[in-house]
């Protein structure tokens, strides 16, 4: 549950992530000369808050005729064109805001060299904490996000006086005017971006036994053993000033003892719900050497398990109190200029940051994804009808935090199917909670929405089936369309299972919640009309209407596998041929060069725990680390680019490994790695309100524990031989066995175990 180093960070990625949701600091550590790089989850320029889509339906029809014909080339150009919108194209620029830095928390301590180093992430009281010595005295700087306050706190202490300069700064900018001042007890950097919005960065000594002595831009303390600030920033982003914001967090007034309690006691609240235990895996090295001697070949179990309780605690404090979901860097960015605007990604990344927040009982994270897809339902709509003429919602493959739906990437914009697959969560809400209340009145109203846009988008052809046209598989392209980064077609295999599952899950939640019954008959009607996936002639799932030669065989993507993971609609025993034809695809892929990113190799990870093949389930987990990881563990997207979706889809593999819940069955331990073969994990969370906890010894299940929201029966798919069910009691429950399934009886709040015979 620790990372540690004894060595500060030299570079940004290299440093240690603290958050609250709403604001973050990456800390790199120098002694002495320490770094906080402030965040906060609004602070986007707001120069591009108010744009609006094209005007294209118009231009549909032409599209489509083209591509129907054949004319990949002309339809590819013709599409971007109507469809596509700025980024990427000379003549136009992306509108799509970027997340900004809050600037930085700087502190200058006034003594010599340091030795004794340790650098230290605690991520069960998520406390980091930097120590040292030097001239004769230890140092302690002690870094805290606290959640129920929400805001960053610090303490630094010696056991001798020091002196000390603290300051706020920002990276040079042309386009944001700054003020620099203290007021009372607070330094205060006022920001103005041009055309946009406007943000303050607040740092705050709560408490010192030194002399402080404050200028308009610095902190000067002398003769302190002993400081403590809170920072704190606010913006304009929501209709309020950056001041009103910052006024809405008091500082607190408790001593540092007793904030750490109430901070401890927090974080086990967010973390505590599920724990993994493999005994035996624990290392005295530092997590950097680990990370080498991995990259070396030494295999290094317990590596893996530290990467996963991590990705947990990105998750945590990059979600505990935001309105904004994580994006593609959780909530951390220092750069005026990041990578693809550190934006959110709707055709994987934005997805992959939340595959583990329902089965790995964080829950709470979810909210924050559900009001970003619901902040853009009314602008979506605009765009459905502004862009291709079409009712419900259209959502943006690539976009910022303002709800605005608009294609900003000429070339790879082209793409229906991001509400779709958000709509995904939803429904894994529902399927975990059962909670009839968000159905009803969150999840169903979008899956309507979504589906009136299939209504009016797809087309019947000459034999009836429904097509749609154009269509993508996200980022890959086929030759005789590559001259463009994405390649249009019609019906690609992708789109063809995002308008099959939001269909269902329309249809679905109607049935639950016993309305619409006339849209009901038209779903069902329109999902018997849609085109079959295909096989190609190597084996694979065919990714495309034809059986198109790949430009890139290599490609990161695998949005043709969603069936597989994170979706379901591919299964062994109901769909053999199209499962067996996803495993090649994915074996093509990766014999080619595949898995090149960090995340795409996390979705080679779940996608082999999904498949059972333990071996390569583990074998893509440890390649994520020592291939893709920072010395901090921060997953990088080639050639050094963090993005947390690595870190996020890592902790989904893990969980995949352990539980899978699919079509109402529970299955315990489907590709447990040979390198675990003993360990313990309570309070994984399965579908149909189920909570789940295992104990297993020489890789075979010595107990499972399940209990649940709800009085209903509960299947196990490939039960150990010979098992028995025992109530609360330890009275034997009975079972029907039926193939490789038993099936039990489960009243609600009662905890059922399965016990192997031989136990």
Request: net charge negative.
């Amino acid at each position: 549950m620790n990372l540690w180093y004894k060595s500060p960070a030299t570079e940004w990625e290299e440093g240690l992530p603290i958050g609250t949701g709403r604001l973050a600091a990456m800390i790199l550590g120098e002694a002495g000369a320490e770094r906080l790089a402030l965040n906060h989850e609004w602070l986007w320029r707001g120069e591009g808050r108010n744009r609006e889509p094209e005007k294209s339906a118009h231009l549909l029809d032409k599209v489509r005729e083209l591509i129907l014909a054949g004319n990949y080339p002309e339809g590819n150009i013709a599409g971007n064109d109507a469809f596509g919108g700025g980024g990427s194209k000379s003549e136009k620029t992306s509108r799509v805001d970027s997340y900004q830095p809050a600037g930085d928390f700087l502190i200058s301590l006034d003594h010599g060299e340091a030795t004794d180093y340790r650098r230290e992430l605690d991520i069960k009281r998520a406390l980091l904490t930097i120590s040292y010595r030097a001239d004769g005295a230890s140092f302690k700087h002690e870094y805290i996000a606290h959640i129920r306050h929400d805001l960053l706190l610090l303490r630094i202490s010696a056991d001798k006086p020091f002196d000390g300069k603290f300051w706020l700064n920002r990276v040079n900018d042309p386009h944001c005017f700054l003020c620099l001042q203290s007021y009372l007890n607070t330094l205060i950097m006022d920001g103005q971006f041009e055309g946009g919005i406007g943000f303050r960065t607040e740092a705050r000594l709560l408490s010192s036994n030194g002399n402080a002595q404050f200028a308009d831009d610095h902190l000067t303390l002398k003769g302190a053993t002993d400081a403590v600030f809170a920072i704190n920033i606010g913006t304009s982003a929501k209709g309020y000033g950056a001041a009103e914001e910052c006024k809405r967090y008091p500082s607190p007034s408790e001593p540092w003892d007793e904030l750490l309690t109430t901070h401890f006691a927090t974080i086990e609240q967010y973390l505590g719900g599920m724990r993994l235990d493999i005994p035996g895996v624990d290392s005295d090295l530092p997590t950097n050497e680990r990370l080498q001697a991995m990259r070396e070949g030494k295999p290094d179990p317990g590596l893996p398990l530290l990467y996963f309780n991590y990705g947990r605690y990105l998750l945590v404090a990059s979600s505990a109190t935001g309105e904004l979901p994580a994006n593609l860097q959780g909530k951390w960015n220092e750069e005026l200029d990041p990578p693809w605007n550190c934006d959110y990604h709707h055709d994987i990344n934005l997805q992959m940051n939340y595959w583990p927040a329902e089965a790995g009982n964080l829950v709470f994270s979810t909210d924050a994804l559900f009001r970003h897809i619901e902040r853009f339902v009314l602008h979506g709509r605009k765009a459905a009808h502004d862009l291709y003429g079409c009712r419900g919602v259209w959502l943006p493959i690539s976009t910022d935090c303002w709800g605005r739906s608009t294609p900003e990437s000429w070339g790879w914009a082209v793409w229906i199917g991001a509400a779709a697959w958000l709509a995904q969560h939803m429904w894994w809400h529902y399927e975990y909670g059962l909670d009839s209340e968000f159905l009803r009145t969150r999840a169903y109203p979008f899956f309507k929405e979504v589906a009136a846009f299939y209504e009016s988008y797809l087309i019947e052809d000459e034999n009836g089936t429904l097509q749609a046209v154009p269509s993508q598989s996200p980022e890959n392209r086929f030759k005789g369309a590559d001259n463009v980064p994405s390649s249009l077609c019609v019906s690609a295999a992708m789109d063809l299972q995002l308008a099959q599952n939001a269909l269902q899950y329309a249809l679905c939640s109607a049935e639950l919640l016993g309305v619409d019954s006339r849209r009901q008959t038209l779903w069902k009607n329109m999902l018997s009309k849609l085109p079959p996936l295909k096989v190609g002639s190597k084996g694979q799932l065919q990714e495309w209407n034809e059986d198109f030669e790949e430009c890139e065989p290599s490609h990161r993507h695998v949005s043709h596998l969603i069936g597989l993971y994170p979706g379901d609609g591919l299964d062994p025993e109901k769909t053999p041929e199209l499962w067996r034809a996803a495993r090649r695809s994915l074996m093509l892929r990766l014999e080619a060069g595949g898995g090149h990113t960090g995340w795409s190799r996390a979705w080679t990870s779940c996608l082999f725990a999904r498949l059972g093949d333990a071996e390569r389930a583990w074998k893509h987990v440890c390649h994520l680390i020592a291939d893709f990881a920072t010395d901090t563990l921060l997953d990088l997207h080639p050639p050094r680019i963090f993005q947390i979706e690595g870190n996020l889809g890592g902790t989904a593999a893990v969980i995949e490994m352990l539980l899978q819940s699919y079509n109402g069955e529970l299955h315990f331990l489907p590709a447990l790695p040979a390198t675990w073969p003993n360990g313990s994990v309570s309070g994984l969370r399965a579908r149909g309100g189920i909570t789940v906890g295992m104990e297993w010894r020489e890789g075979n299940l010595l107990q499972a524990s399940v209990s649940g929201k709800f009085s209903k029966p509960c299947t196990v798919i490939y039960p150990p031989e010979n098992c028995r069910i025992v109530d609360p009691m330890g009275r034997n429950v009975p079972i029907k066995r039926h193939g490789q399934r038993v099936t039990f009886g489960m009243e609600r709040d009662k905890t059922y175990r399965l016990i192997p015979e031989n136990h």
